[in-house]
């Protein structure tokens, strides 16, 4: 499960959530996916990593997507196992915090 978005707000962090599906019924809590490969990449072949700090959580400070590019997210498990997203562009929204960000995970699949 990805949980998160690549904010495109000058001077913010993005923060990356990964863990796996289970059961509803089951009562604990989703097992973290720790230490994968987590990379933003753009359609020009611009590669940003993120990196791994709380257990199945992966963030990147100091990067600020090019309005006019498109992104995609690449999840490289321990197993060998690869999803990327879609590329897609940069979206701008009006929110509370006036901060734009780029939704990730439209048409995750596995390679």
Do not use: W
Request: glycine share 6%; hydrophobic share 30%.
């Amino acid at each position: 499960m990805v949980n998160g978005f690549f904010n495109s707000a000058p001077g913010t962090t993005t923060t990356i959530q990964l863990s796996r599906t289970q059961n509803l019924a089951d009562p604990k809590a989703p097992t973290a996916e720790t230490k994968a490969v987590v990379t933003i990449e753009s359609a020009h072949k611009d590669v940003y990593t993120l990196k791994e700090g709380t257990v199945g959580s992966y963030s990147l400070t100091g990067v600020t997507p090019v309005s006019n590019e498109t992104y995609r997210l690449h999840i490289k498990t321990t197993k060998g196992t690869e999803y990327y997203s879609d590329y897609v562009p940069v979206i701008t929204t009006r929110q509370s915090t006036a901060s734009p960000f780029i939704p990730i995970m439209r048409g995750c699949k596995s390679m």
